[in-house]
């Protein structure tokens, strides 16, 4: 474990998420203001997750305002593409939605000599959607389970295979579910599979999308449909229902404050990570980045997309370990 996870480890909550034990609702004020840097030039490259791919658009375009003249270019095919594109040097930025498996930051060791660092950037909240003409009012993580998995290993007694089984009438009740998923490239399919279905498997039914924007067009398209993304995709054609714990317990619906304060069940960091050799000093490019990405400025944007931000006592220690003034 690198010194920046040990950080991480250091301020984070129990419950399997790591996160922060004072994430932001908003942008926290005590935030540093970005001031441009001199002698900033170049390429600088960013392959990983789909889910970042929006996020990692908008911080590009509000670094393009210090730096017109440095090239940004993003590609967000899935959180497996990021750790070989660093390994093999063919991207500067490896965002993620799930923190990278031990054999891929073994390869990367292998390689370099040294671990990948790892950067919490912002932390999502992860939606089960629906039709926005669904009427479900909430859903546990036992029923989500039974709905999308074949093995219910999160409690479920029985299989849910109809909107009925959930309590839903009239014309709803015998209505089947289509089911809308992320393909297995994903973080967030990853994410969803370890802590929705208590590491089980997926339903044969599911319908695998490339991306998140079609998961939320299938649902939106599909009176029956229910699927799950990050929460910056959601649009007014579906509803982000919301979800308890367990059976019995509290539902809480996808904000920022349920997730700042640990209430909603399916919150996660998002991540980016970089090449740091130890004994080092970060390349002036990526560097600036990372800095703007922890400025206000940067986390403004996360707030504007739709994701918790971090205070600015998590930021100014990721500094510090990355050396970064």
Not at 38 to 67: H, P, Q, R
Not at 83 to 93: D, F, I, K, Q, V
Not at 195 to 200: D, P, V, W
């Amino acid at each position: 474990m690198n010194n920046l996870k040990r950080l991480i480890a250091a301020i984070s909550l129990t419950s399997g998420l790591v996160m922060p034990v004072s994430l932001m609702a908003d942008v926290d004020p005590n935030l540093p203001d970005y001031v441009r840097a001199s002698g900033v030039s170049g390429n600088l490259s960013s392959i990983g997750s789909d889910t970042l791919n929006n996020l990692m658009t908008l911080w590009a375009e509000e670094f393009a305002k210090f730096y017109p003249n440095v090239n940004v270019q993003i590609q967000g095919a899935g959180s497996s593409t990021a750790p070989p594109a660093l390994t093999e040097g063919t991207a500067m930025l490896a965002p993620m939605s799930r923190p990278m498996r031990q054999s891929e930051i073994q390869e990367f060791e292998a390689r370099h000599g040294y671990q990948p660092t790892e950067l919490p950037v912002a932390v999502d909240m992860l939606a089960v959607y629906v039709n926005r003409d669904n009427p479900i009012e909430s859903l546990s993580l036992p029923q989500v389970d039974a709905i999308f998995s074949a093995t219910r290993r999160c409690g479920a007694e029985a299989n849910v295979q109809r909107w009925g089984d959930l309590g839903l009438t009239g014309a709803w009740a015998n209505r089947d579910f289509t089911l809308y998923s992320r393909n297995a490239v994903s973080g967030t399919y990853g994410f969803f599979k370890d802590n929705a279905l208590c590491g089980g498997d997926f339903k044969s039914s599911i319908n695998e999308q490339p991306g998140s924007s079609s998961v939320v067009q299938g649902v939106t398209e599909s009176i029956n449909g229910i699927g799950y993304s990050g929460i910056g995709y959601r649009t007014s054609g579906v509803r982000a229902v919301p979800l308890a714990a367990a059976d019995g317990a509290p539902a809480f619906e996808a904000t920022s404050e349920n997730a700042a304060s640990g209430d909603y069940p399916l919150a996660r960091y998002l991540l980016i990570y970089i090449n740091k050799h130890p004994n080092r000093e970060l390349d002036p490019v990526t560097r600036e980045f990372v800095k703007m990405v922890y400025s206000k400025q940067g986390q403004e944007v996360v707030d504007r997309d739709g994701y918790v931000t971090l205070p600015a006592a998590l930021a100014q220690r990721v500094l510090e370990q990355l050396g970064i003034e």
